[in-house]
């Protein structure tokens, strides 16, 4: 059976916290594509946070986080969805660090060298209960199997500030920074899979179009093919180990579910390392309002950490983002 890949990102704009770049890799019939998922799952799934009302049963919502989740309030729909994902998955962490070394293990060691990661730990999930977490889940596989699919992993990877600072060194600009990092994640799921053609697709990367020196240089070994460029998506073609991979960058890619699915996992994981920060620096300092990380807000939270982060000899590469 052929697989699927879908990619996105959560954390591009701030300047405090980290940017995480997420894939789901899913199996699925021949001839089922990215956009045809949430029709095979029918009313088991749906794409926004709005289900109909005619429909009997409370849907799972898989969605793009920016619907699923705001500022303020609560984690409800991004958590139902992503703890939904891992039971399918047979995955439960217990906690903050067992979700890292689920998603995200070789990220580990420089996570847990910075302060506000290393001394923190929360049971999880947060708003919802495991009990719920685990029917969510067998539901959401149940529907999968009824539809002949599943989804076989989660992958993350997310580029910690001082990391962040020397990649834009090294590649000049965020959309070639998020690009570079997005096809390394890609490019590892692809070598674990194999025996059947891959599918990925990806959001468009800063409104970019022409993706080819980049997939060139990942899969130097296969020559790409250029199927179709332009504002609306980007197509591209090779074949790894006889097998044909397609590429595409969409416009609006999160309407699809193995993109909405991997936007959610990234905004989680984004949240979860800006409730340590928060934590970390809220409790140094009684009275200090927790920040998202944005650039208004970050400069004022950057000003008010600014005695304590000296008196702790913390440097500014290990907080705060050039762009």
């Known amino acids: 059976m052929p697989y699927i890949i879908g990619t996105d990102e959560a954390g591009y704009g701030p300047n405090l916290g980290p940017l995480v770049v997420a894939a789901t890799v899913w199996e699925v019939p021949l001839g089922v594509r990215a956009e045809d998922l949430y029709e095979r799952l029918g009313p088991a799934v749906c794409p926004n946070t709005k289900p109909p009302e005619a429909q009997s049963a409370e849907p799972l919502v898989i969605c793009d986080s920016k619907q699923a989740y705001q500022s303020g309030q609560g984690l409800k729909h991004l958590e139902r969805g992503v703890w939904a994902a891992l039971r399918a998955m047979d995955q439960m962490p217990r906690c903050w660090s067992e979700l890292w070394?689920?998603?995200?293990?070789?990220?580990?060691e420089a996570m847990f060298s910075e302060p506000w990661y290393s001394e923190f730990d929360s049971p999880l999930p947060i708003e919802l209960q495991r009990a719920e977490a685990d029917r969510l889940g067998r539901r959401f596989h149940q529907a999968l199997a009824d539809a002949d699919m599943e989804l076989l992993d989660v992958v993350c990877r997310p580029v910690f500030p001082k990391e962040f600072n020397k990649l834009l060194t090294c590649f000049r600009s965020k959309t070639k920074l998020l690009s570079n990092v997005t096809l390394q994640l890609v490019h590892r799921v692809v070598q674990r899979l194999g025996g059947q053609p891959v599918s990925i697709v990806c959001d468009k990367h800063g409104g970019r179009n022409r993706y080819l020196p980049l997939l060139n240089g990942f899969f130097s070994d296969c020559p790409v093919e250029v199927r179709h460029e332009s504002r609306q998506q980007s197509v591209y073609r090779f074949k790894l180990a006889g097998d044909r991979v397609e590429v595409r960058f969409c416009m609006r890619a999160e309407s699809y579910l193995p993109v909405a699915l991997a936007s959610m996992f990234a905004k989680y994981l984004r949240e979860l390392a800006m409730m340590a920060w928060n934590e970390f620096w809220c409790d140094r300092l009684p009275g200090l309002e927790p920040t998202a990380g944005y650039p208004n807000d970050a400069r004022r939270?950057?000003?008010?950490?600014?005695?304590?982060?000296?008196?702790?000899?913390?440097?500014?590469?290990?907080?705060?983002r050039n762009k």
């Open 101 to 108: 070394e689920t998603l995200a293990p070789d990220c580990l």
């Open 301 to 320: 939270f950057k000003e008010a950490i600014a005695d304590a982060q000296a008196e702790l000899q913390i440097d500014d590469c290990l907080i705060w």
